[in-house]
C-alpha cells in the first residue's frame, strides 16, 4: 500500500508540474526543497551529514545555507524529470556544455565502446538525452523499483530519449560487454554500492564502497573509462569528463580496486566544487554505525 501510494504520488507530480506554467513550476519546487530543508527530516539530515564530511571546514551557518541549496538542486531535478518530455531536442543540446568532451567522442569514432561513470550529481537524464541527440547508442541500468509501475514508467522515461535501459541482474556485464563491443556508450551510476560486492575504497578521508562493475567491464573489453561531473548551470547543465587512469601491472583484483579508487578520487574533484549538485541523501560511508546488508 505503502509503494502504490508513493507511485500515485509520482504520477501525480508528473501531471501537475508539466501542467503548470514554468516559472511556477520551478517556484514551486523551490519552496519545497525549502520547507524540506527546515523541516530536517532523515533524508535531509543524511543529506547534511553527507555534505559535512566533503566540506570539513564549513561554519554550521554555512552548512545549513548549503543544504538549502543542494535540496533546492534535487527538487530542481525533479521538476526537470517531469517536465522534461516537452523538451525539444533542440533545447536538450542548447542547455547543455562540455569540457573534455572528446573523450567520448573519440571513442565513439573509433568505434571502440565507452564507459562513463557518474555519481548521483546535476540531472544525469539531460545528460543521456543530449548524447541520444547527437545519435549516440547509450546504454544503460536501472535497478527494478517497486512497485512495478513506478518502475515501468522510469523506464519508459528513459527508453523515450532514446535509452537502452538494461535490468540490473546477474547477465547484465555481459550484455554490457558486448554492447561495448558494438561501439556503444555505456553510462553508470557508480557513487555508491553498500553490499558486500562493492569495492573499498577512501572517499573524503573515510571508507566507503562504489560497484565493481564499470572497472571490471574496462578491463574486459579494452574500452576507455572516463567519469562524468554534471553540475547545474543557470539555464542548464554542464559536464566535466576525466580520463580514468587503468593500471598496468598487479592482479586483477589489484587492478579493479585502484581503477575504483581513482574514480572516487575523480567523483571527489566534482562534489568539492559543486557540492550543492550531490544528490546524495542515503547513507554512503561504512563507519559510524553502518549495518552491513547482504
Known amino acids: ?66 543544504v538549502i541549496d543542494a535540496m533546492r538542486s534535487y527538487m530542481r531535478y525533479w521538476c526537470d524529470t517531469f517536465r522534461f518530455p516537452d523538451w525539444s531536442q533542440e533545447r536538450v543540446r542548447e542547455t547543455v556544455t562540455v569540457t573534455n568532451e572528446h573523450l567520448l567522442l573519440d571513442a565513439i569514432t573509433a568505434k571502440t565502446g565507452v564507459i562513463v561513470t557518474l555519481p548521483h550529481a546535476g540531472n544525469w537524464d539531460h545528460a543521456g538525452a543530449y548524447f541520444c541527440a547527437k545519435g549516440i547508442n547509450l546504454v544503460t541500468v536501472a535497478e527494478h523499483l517497486k512497485p512495478e509501475k513506478l518502475f515501468l514508467k522510469f ?103 585502484q581503477i575504483v579508487q581513482n574514480m572516487a578520487h575523480h567523483f571527489e574533484d566534482g562534489i568539492t566544487a559543486h557540492p550543492e549538485d550531490w544528490h546524495m541523501l542515503q547513507r554512503i560511508w561504512t563507519d559510524g554505525d553502518f549495518v552491513e546488508r547482504a
Open 1 to 66: 500500500m505503502k509503494d502504490n501510494i508513493a507511485a500515485y504520488a509520482y504520477f501525480a507530480g508528473w501531471r501537475i508540474v508539466r501542467w503548470l506554467p514554468e516559472r511556477t513550476a520551478y517556484r514551486l519546487a523551490f519552496a519545497a526543497a525549502d520547507f524540506l530543508a527546515k523541516r530536517k527530516g532523515k533524508n535531509v539530515s543524511r543529506l547534511r551529514s553527507n555534505l559535512q564530511r566533503t566540506q570539513p571546514n564549513m561554519t554550521s551557518l554555512d552548512l545549513d545555507l548549503l
Open 155 to 257: 523506464l519508459g522515461y528513459r527508453q523515450a530519449m532514446g535509452m537502452e535501459v538494461l535490468p540490473l541482474d546477474g547477465r547484465v556485464l555481459g550484455t554490457l560487454a558486448q554492447r561495448l563491443r558494438q561501439g556503444a556508450l555505456v553510462a553508470l551510476v557508480a557513487d555508491r554500492d553498500l553490499s558486500r560486492s562493492g569495492i573499498d575504497v577512501t572517499f573524503f578521508g573515510g571508507p566507503s564502497r562504489m560497484p565493481a562493475g564499470p572497472a571490471l567491464l574496462s578491463l574486459k573489453t579494452n574500452a576507455p573509462l572516463i567519469t562524468a561531473f554534471v553540475s547545474y548551470t543557470e539555464n542548464g547543465i554542464h559536464i566535466d569528463f576525466k580520463e580514468v587512469t587503468l593500471p598496468t601491472s598487479g592482479s586483477d583484483e589489484e587492478k579493479v580496486s
